[in-house]
């Protein structure tokens, strides 16, 4: 009987002793990476690989955009060659509010017209718009260091394409709308142009 309760004494000394050397040493590794998780909307969820919607500073601040056909490409310029620039008839465009807005449209026109607004947004309003586009079934993907979200869809009026692009990097967003008017490699173009 007193060699059973030596053994068992000594087995719970054993096991006490096992469990303080383990929290020793837990509280002395380094703390785990956290793992990343991609959901559907991953894209349009972090612009950097990163999951957390806080804002952060961004490295350099980009210059706001003052002229509309300084930020689309001479290729772009020649496909929209023939189509009116800020008509008055659209109301408000150019430097307005301190972004920019390009309208490329007729006002006889019913429906042919691209709108382009690029304004200053931090990454977590950018991120929780982002994320309401990649909601109502928009494409969002990360090209070019930033996040863009885009889809098209048959105008419920007439027999055109309608479509919406937004782009959001370094604390700017790009967002273009557009109706049967969608010149080839728009969004790039103004992308490169704005970012460098």
Same mark, same amino acid.
């Given at each position: ?59 350099? $601040? ?14 772009? @310029?020649?496909? @929209?060659?023939?189509?009116? @620039? ?43 718009? $982002? ?49 049967? @008017? ?15």
């Amino acid at each position: 009987m007193r060699r059973r309760r030596g053994m068992l004494a000594l087995l719970t000394a054993a096991s006490i002793l096992i469990v303080a050397v383990a929290v020793v040493l837990v509280s002395c590794a380094p703390d785990p990476t956290p793992t990343r998780s991609r959901s559907a909307s991953a894209a349009a969820n972090a612009p950097d690989d990163t999951p957390s919607a806080t804002p952060s500073p961004t490295s350099t $601040l980009v210059a706001m955009p003052t002229d509309c056909r300084a930020i689309v490409s001479e290729g772009v @310029l020649a496909q @929209l060659k023939d189509v009116p @620039l800020n008509d008055p008839a659209f109301g408000p465009s150019g430097v307005v509010n301190g972004g920019l807005v390009c309208i490329w449209g007729s006002p006889s026109a019913d429906t042919t017209n691209l709108t382009t607004r690029i304004t200053r947004m931090s990454r977590g309003p950018a991120l929780d718009k $982002l994320n309401q586009f990649a909601a109502q079934g928009y494409t969002c993907y990360t090209p070019d260091g930033g996040t863009r979200c885009e889809k098209t869809w048959q105008d419920a009026r007439y027999p055109v394409t309608d479509g919406r692009t937004l782009f959001w990097r370094d604390g700017i967003m790009i967002d273009t709308a557009f109706s049967n @008017l969608a010149p080839s490699g728009y969004t790039s173009s103004v992308v490169a142009r704005v970012f460098g």
